[in-house]
């Protein structure tokens, strides 16, 4: 069970209530995942952490499944379980194939290879990459 | 310095010079920059290495310019500066602009914040993520 | 299950036994976590780390509960599970509040955010930080 | 030099000259510090992540200075020069001394060695600790 | 479950059973884990990675076991249980020691510790150590 | 410079000191390297980590070699520059050969990179691998 325990829809105070809501409008769907029941038990938190999501998740110059790619990319680096189940379901529901997710996969696995060549190389920055 | 040094194109082997020259013919550029000069040391490494980013960059289900985007949303995570900066670098070659980078960076600090927050307050993986 | 099993007191020798006593009776409790009972397959190793531990967490220039809030945010920054979870109950046990666990998320958050965009940003340490 | 430069006061936008103004009032300093003249070439991101930092640093259920402690735990552990760099700093300014400073070293350097212990051993995470 | 499910010996295809007989035949075993059934999703990945294994971790300079400890490092410093508990597997059938076993942790757990001792204090490259 | 500056042997005292002759004595050298120096400003942390290195480092089960390749590895998984150039100079003090070197980076790579894919393919410890 999460730290403080899960705070469910019909327990949560109207300021809570609030967000799920938004959230729910937002992703268009009727339920609200664990990650922001745990939250709630910090309404400051859920609050500033949901908007932000919001307004970075929004399609911009970047598309909302390229936003949520790179999310994956992040998870899997950082070995995050729960964030690498919720935001590849997320990235699912948002258009990403199978080949989508095997090529993101791949890349990710290179990335984190070829970093730890670079590092252990002692390879320095070549003057045309200093901006 | 590189831990072994680098291999410039004149000093490379033939082997290595076949390597350099189809990176190059690839990237469309006419320079190497100092990654493969100190992979250059391992000569199977290189070509390993050179076969497998050839391979998983190049387009496919995804572009080629959101698989560099991915490639330094890695890169940041992960803290490798030389990465960093040569993936920037790549990605505006690309095509990335400053408003998509700054998205980026956006997305790839938004998942890095989450995935503590998932972690710390100890989330279970809802059953609507089990696959 | 562990990799080499877990010692029991019952099946522990003298020189583990007095570890576990040392343990229980700095900590004021009657059993022993997996993580020393983990430990037990290497003397050596089990008697260095205890050692380390309570020289490094007893109240000095910092209190025990800093020092523990501290030993949480490493482990909710490396996502190691079991750290996660019994080091939180070692904070709360040593007077962590709901309030200060909801604080500690969110600068363990915010910091993992804040580190990536100082890192993707490639910002230069500034002369003032310079020591 | 920063990936996309590093906005100067004189240069800035009369959006961007309103947060600096508000972070060299919160900290009481008449000089802004790279991370945020970077940030600033994203104006969205600079308020948010200030405002976030605002809130979230500001004293509490946890006082200022262990916030700070906090922040420089997770960056050492993510190895974030500019970010140990600062926070350090901000530390110092906040009244750590340098005993305070060591012993968080030393708790920083203990969390992780035993993260890595807890997982290689492949301990489970005892009844008593599941929430 | 694996993201893309698990693909079995007799549903794989005959490009994939190739491979999954070679790592039979390398590995001197008759059962294929879970990790290469869920790389099969991706035949080429498969490919690639199974390949570069193969060639990585065959006994040159260093032996198969040395290698084999390596992995395990890497993989216990990134907590990632999936390959800690494979490896660690797999390391006992190479040979390795509870004894050795033990040693793996104790230098993987101070490693991990001094890396952040030589971060938080902000430690410069000797001139002796540059290259 | 180092955050609490370098403590030269001239200037330490003689309990330090004493560490600083165990450390030349041990490794066979006439200096000091900085993470000593820079550790000395907390000679409690000095003696512990150099006694617990002296402990864990020496060789056993596994060769003094064999120990220092695992601390690169570690090193170079976390991106710590320092003790990347500190420990591939003392490898090669302890003979490692440019040949080992590659292979040990090869595998470094590799390990990193397919921690990776068992986390994003999300998949699951075999039965067989459960202990």
Redesign the interface.
């Known amino acids: ?5 899960l705070i469910e829809y019909q327990d949560a105070s109207p300021e809570v209530r609030t967000i799920y809501d938004d959230i729910m409008l937002t992703r268009k769907t009727d ?1 609200i ?3 922001w029941k ?2 709630a ?2 309404p ?2 859920l609050k ?2 949901w908007e ?2 919001k ?3 929004a399609p ?3 598309n909302a499944l ?2 949520e ?21 997320a990235a699912k529901n948002k258009g990403m ?30 003057e ?4």
């Open positions: 069970m999460a730290t403080l325990g339920w995942n664990n990650f745990a939250l038990n910090d400051a938190t500033r952490t932000d999501i307004q970075i998740m911009g110059a970047l390229t936003k790619l790179i999310y994956v990319a992040v998870s899997v680096t950082n070995q995050c379980g729960y964030c690498i189940a919720s935001h590849t379901a194939t199978d080949g989508q997710f095997r090529e993101l996969m791949a890349v990710v696995g290179m990335a984190n290879e070829s970093n730890r060549l670079a590092a252990g190389y002692q390879v320095e920055i070549d045309q990459f200093k901006v």
